[in-house]
DNA sequence: TTAGATGCAAACGGTTTGCAGGGAA
DNA sequence: TTCCCTGCAAACCGTTTGCATCTAA
């Protein structure tokens, strides 16, 4: 079991790996250890708390350097990042095998996950419709638990 | 013609007053102008260009009183927020008639809007599925033009 | 050796807040 | 007259930037 997800975390680097190579960044530890902790916790994150979780675990390095890794992880497809209607960015892992989009609890940020297929149908339309590809999308509901009757 | 949009502004302007008086909101002229100012025109806006139209039109009123109303607008209905994948917040006028989705051009940020009645399909699944209630949601599609062929 | 990366702190920009003065009720 | 609202400016806070230092290549 733990052979599995350390394979996949190999794979995760080198597609990072890759990506750096492929356009001439220099392959520094901190880039690594960012991604390692990325891919070591789930759900969603912000730049904040990956700060503080890396502090956390005894290896700091300064918001720029997570701004500027994040923004090569997010070009080279490895982390996804999300708008849940705040002013600060979210942002999770890419999860290669399952497409997602999310539900947002209003009062409590919390964040659920799942996956319609006709949101592909719906994508169709537009670019039909407008003539258009698509790059990305963000689809998102917010409410609340329903009442226990 | 001109009248069919007088009479519409004055429903407008009508569900704004109930909306205040229910809740013990003052009716001040800047929380009038500034509903004036945002049905006058069509399209999305943020703040900022908010703010300068109102100064152009001679109706100076500052940042802090628009948030608020905005904020009154919001809570009523009348405005709805969105947050395009950037960190600044934009705004419409409610459209009552046209429910309404978004496609964003990625290099001008141009604004298309859709209707897609799949949507309520997986509104209902998302619901079912977590036994949730949806107050709202966004679904915005984001890409560029196809190429001539 | 050197161009690109890091760390730090200051700058930035949209939004929020505190407070004195003003006006709706 | 009351106290909610407005205007102004400062504070706030996530993000970006400038620059000296460091280091991968």
């Given at each position: 079991m733990k052979k599995i997800a350390e394979d996949s975390f190999d794979n995760i680097r080198k597609l990072f790996t890759?990506?750096?190579?492929?356009?001439?960044?220099?392959?520094?530890?901190?880039?690594f250890t960012i991604l390692?902790?990325?891919?070591?916790?789930?759900?969603?994150?912000?730049?904040?708390?990956?700060?503080?979780?890396?502090?956390?675990?005894?290896?700091r390095v300064s918001r720029a350097t997570l701004y500027n890794t994040i923004e090569l992880l997010l070009d080279c497809g490895?982390?996804?990042?999300?708008?849940?209607?705040?002013?600060?960015?979210?942002?999770e892992k890419t999860n290669m095998m399952i497409q997602h989009d999310h539900?947002?609890?209003n009062e409590t940020g919390e964040?659920?996950?799942?996956?319609?297929?006709?949101?592909e149908e719906i994508k169709a339309?537009?670019?039909?419709?407008?003539?258009?590809?698509?790059t990305h999308y963000s689809?998102?509901?917010?409410?609340?638990s329903r009442e226990q009757k």
């Open positions: 890759d990506y750096l190579e492929r356009h001439g960044h220099r392959k520094t530890p901190e880039r390692k902790e990325i891919f070591a916790t789930d759900g969603h994150f912000d730049i904040e708390t990956l700060y503080i979780r890396m502090k956390n675990h005894k290896y490895l982390v996804t990042k999300h708008q849940f209607g705040t002013n600060y960015a979210q942002f539900f947002i609890f964040v659920l996950e799942f996956y319609d297929p006709r949101i339309h537009v670019q039909d419709l407008f003539n258009v590809d698509t689809l998102t509901f917010y409410g609340n």
